[in-house]
């Protein structure tokens, strides 16, 4: 593979969000960003800067937040993106897609990935009153619109966090509550989370490492192992596995994590005992293909964890900080090994 580009790019295009979803790392009940002095948007200017300069390449992009559709710019970077051919996902609370679903359809969002959290009381209770039809609305404009203009895109897909509140309704709620016609691709992803335990060896890794002594992107992540104490793990594996059948008989795109579905592993995971997991890595690709930038234009090599940062878009170009020093010395310190966090990345369970 050629290491000399990114071939996965996303922008945190902003640091707000409209809802306060209960397990959410960054403003949920626990959630880090309520410590934040300030809540940043990315310029637009430099984003458009990364898009052109990169444009040779044609990497994947990705939108992130808070809530992407918050981004004051949104019409103008997805029409950039358009611009120079690029393909581009957007993971979505669903609330803004209504208004903003001609928009998608127009400039060819590749996919769009809308939370819900299973059926709407289950939904609601977790991120909000009145969140699920919002969400089930613009996912059906979106639909409509792609229809009638004969288009491919954009993708749809469907995830739902997993948490102990609604892990008995997955499979119900992909065949019997949400029109699965719809969709193209179905995640189902549990609540990734740390240990207060596992935070502290965080703190120590970034001290030895990068001699930093604050992780503030870890913090919201951290959760009580009684948090999980009440979940039915063969119930939960017969929920996935079913949902697995009936995505393959419907020809759905079906993704999510941890991905192997073995009694053992998954209790292995609600112990907080990653190390022992079957999905447990001993490294991590991605600093060599992939490459995050912050609302507040900082990058780094890692999903959410914007204090290992690399560079600043502000201040450098993107294939200048790619192939930088600081990017390079990262890369070497974890050519062969993983951070204590990393077991709460979503990166980390993916086959890359």
């Not at 969000?17 to 009940?29: A, I, P, V």
């Not at 992107?217 to 009580?224: D, H, P, T």
């Not at 996935?240 to 020809?251: A, I, P, Q, T």
Request: with cysteine; glycine share 6%; aromatic share 14%.
């Amino acid at each position: 593979m050629n290491f000399n580009y990114p071939k996965w790019l996303v922008f945190q295009v902003t640091q707000r969000c409209n809802l306060r979803c209960k397990m959410c790392y960054e403003w949920g009940e626990s959630g880090s960003y309520f410590e934040k002095p300030e809540l940043m948007d990315l310029d637009i200017q430099a984003a458009k800067k990364v898009i052109e300069e990169l444009a040779q390449h044609n990497p994947y992009y990705e939108l992130f937040g808070g809530e992407p559709l918050m981004y004051q710019h949104i019409e103008e970077l997805l029409m950039t993106f358009k611009k120079y051919d690029c393909k581009v996902d957007i993971p979505t609370n669903g609330t803004l897609l209504k208004k903003y679903a001609k928009t998608m359809v127009d400039n060819q969002v590749r996919r769009i990935w809308v939370s819900i959290d299973g059926p709407e009381e289950f939904n609601d209770n977790q991120r909000g009153h009145g969140v699920y039809q919002k969400a089930v609305e613009g996912l059906n404009e979106i639909y409509r619109i792609r229809e009638e203009q004969g288009s491919t895109y954009p993708l749809l897909g469907v995830t739902m966090v997993v948490t102990p509140y609604n892990y008995k309704t997955i499979y119900s709620f992909f065949t019997e509550e949400i029109d699965y016609t719809l969709l193209d691709n179905i995640s189902v992803e549990f609540q990734l989370y740390i240990t207060e335990a596992r935070y502290n060896k965080c703190l120590t890794f970034m001290e030895e490492e990068f001699s930093q002594s604050s992780f503030l992107g870890a913090s919201g992540l951290v959760r009580e192992l009684a948090d999980f104490k009440d979940i039915d793990i063969d119930e939960l594996m017969g929920q996935v596995l079913k949902l697995r059948n009936f995505c393959e008989e419907k020809n759905i795109n079906m993704i999510g994590y941890p991905k192997t579905m073995e009694k053992e592993n998954l209790m292995h995971f609600y112990q907080g005992e990653w190390d022992e997991m079957k999905d447990k890595r001993n490294k991590c690709s991605f600093p060599w293909i992939y490459m995050e930038v912050s609302a507040n234009g900082d990058v780094s090599p890692c999903h959410t964890f914007y204090e290992m940062k690399v560079g600043n878009i502000y201040e450098q170009g993107i294939m200048d900080i790619w192939k930088g020093e600081r990017f390079q010395e990262f890369r070497k310190k974890l050519r062969n090994k993983v951070s204590p966090v990393c077991c709460a990345c979503s990166r980390y369970y993916s086959d890359l």
